[in-house]
């Protein structure tokens, strides 16, 4: 097997160690010769890479370990960057989630105005590492869990149409994982129909390799617990944080409205708006958790590691969650087909949805790229959440290009997590003042 060069977006990201271990974990499948890193944070990159190094050093010699804030050094000799970056780090997610709700409006990283202030600041970031990939290695695949996904697939369409990138994110691979936890099977078993936008989409079925349906089973559960294990029993990572769980279990709420179908768990912030905004803090919302939680824990192990010099005793765990991202990496370079969920152009997959809309449906990957499968036409309650919210996603793009404050508050205005053009108004005057280093001057 012809071994690669890996490009890591987001070098000092939460994330990135996990993805290192889970890296060599798999590299039986997906066999590296380099492991670089890239990030415009050279201080926060330092901390994660001089524990990687350590890492890479200690349990695969044979990789080539190197990071750098240097553009044409990271993207030179890659054939895959796979990319999560956030614009602005978590101090600006912070901001997204706290500015809506002065007004009683829930703030979240990827939905409603929060989703849209990020992808504002997502956008050029996003950009630039397609021009800086394209400038060094021109034949290699972006793989991009960028947040907010939606927003960032259809900037990239719009504006990067011919670009190798591939917009995917790890939420349904984490849901199917908790089907398989209540299904007491494993989750690469389990066969999906899925369609939808990231972070807005519905399972219509799934079953297991004998072409069993497994549906029924898993309503029967979700009636009563939604995604959460039945009791308080918990094998989930995920789930040890109280604000997943409780998204977990809203599911049972969210499948309510629709019980021919099992819905994706951001539904909730579109379906219960109110219910969310009145269950958080507005002084402490997620972006504290993880500040508080998830970075100080990685931050000083890894700090702990490069003291040591060792990560032989290390309690970071390989980044399971991230295996998609070794599959997908593994069916572009050695023609698996694999069938996996990928974010891309509609192109008359549902066939009753704007084929310029950017959906998230299955696909089959192989060297040549991803072929959609065709999903046929949606029932109106989808189609009708769908259009508005692409109407949305659309419409802050075009806000981006064309520098326009009326799209980017028709965007926040259209948002079903905002009750009047008032608010919007309200909430984007704001978004605009906090955000002034990293939006373009709106007219
Ligand atoms: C899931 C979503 C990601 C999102 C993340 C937030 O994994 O698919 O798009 O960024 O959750 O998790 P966090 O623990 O940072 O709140
Ligand atoms: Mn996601």
């Not at 901001?95 to 829930?106: A, N, Q, S, T, W």
């Not at 972006?142 to 990067?160: D, F, H, K, M, W």
């Amino acid at each position: 097997m012809k071994k690669n060069s890996v490009l890591i977006a987001g070098g000092g990201s939460t994330y990135t160690a996990g993805i290192v271990m889970m890296l060599i974990e798999n590299r039986d499948q997906f066999p590296l010769r380099k492991l670089k890193f890239y990030d415009i944070d050279e201080q926060r990159q330092k901390i994660v890479a001089d524990a990687c190094a350590i890492i890479v050093r200690e349990r695969a010699p044979e990789i080539e370990f190197a990071a750098t804030c240097d553009p044409e050094e990271a993207f030179t000799d890659v054939d895959f960057v796979m990319a999560h970056i956030r614009a602005g780090g978590l101090p600006m997610r912070e901001k997204d989630e706290k500015i809506p709700m002065r007004y009683g409006v829930l703030g979240q990283e990827t939905c409603g105005p929060g989703g849209m202030a990020y992808g504002m600041r997502s956008i050029p970031a996003v950009i630039q590492l397609i021009d800086y990939m394209e400038q060094y290695s021109p034949k290699a695949w972006l793989l991009n869990y960028s947040n907010p996904a939606s927003i960032v697939a259809e900037a990239t369409r719009a504006l990067r149409p011919d670009s190798k990138i591939i917009n995917i994110c790890d939420m349904p691979v984490a849901i199917k994982k908790s089907f398989a936890d209540i299904l007491g099977m494993k989750d690469t078993d389990i066969v999906e129909r899925y369609y939808g936008l990231n972070h807005f989409g519905w399972w219509t079925e799934l079953y297991d390799k004998d072409g069993n349906d497994l549906m029924p089973r898993l309503k029967n559960h979700v009636k009563k617990w939604g995604y959460g294990p039945a009791g308080d029993a918990c094998g989930n990572p995920l789930l040890a944080d109280r604000s997943w769980l409780d998204t977990f279990r809203k599911v049972k709420d969210v499948y309510a409205v629709d019980p021919d179908t099992l819905p994706n768990t951001y539904l909730k912030y579109y379906l219960y708006s109110d219910y969310v905004a009145a269950h958080t803090n507005p002084e402490y919302t997620r972006a504290n958790e993880v500040m508080d939680g998830r970075e100080k824990t990685v931050f000083s192990e890894c700090r702990r590691i490069a003291r040591n010099g060792t990560a032989k005793d290390t309690s970071l765990e390989s980044g399971e969650h991230a295996e998609f991202i070794v599959r997908l990496a593994r069916a572009l370079a050695y023609n698996t087909y694999e069938r996996m969920l990928l974010i891309v152009p509609n192109n008359g997959a549902i066939s009753n949805v704007d084929p310029t809309a950017m959906v998230e449906i299955p696909c089959i990957v192989s060297k040549r790229g991803y072929e959609p499968l065709c999903i046929g036409t949606i029932p109106n309650f989808q189609k009708g959440m769908i259009e508005q919210q692409v109407a949305c996603e659309k419409l802050v793009v075009e806000a981006y290009r064309e520098k326009s404050y009326q799209k980017l508050w028709q965007a926040l205005t259209l948002s079903k997590t905002v009750p009047s053009a008032g608010v919007a108004k309200q909430i984007l005057d704001d978004l605009i003042e906090e955000n002034r280093e990293y939006w373009p001057e709106l007219k």
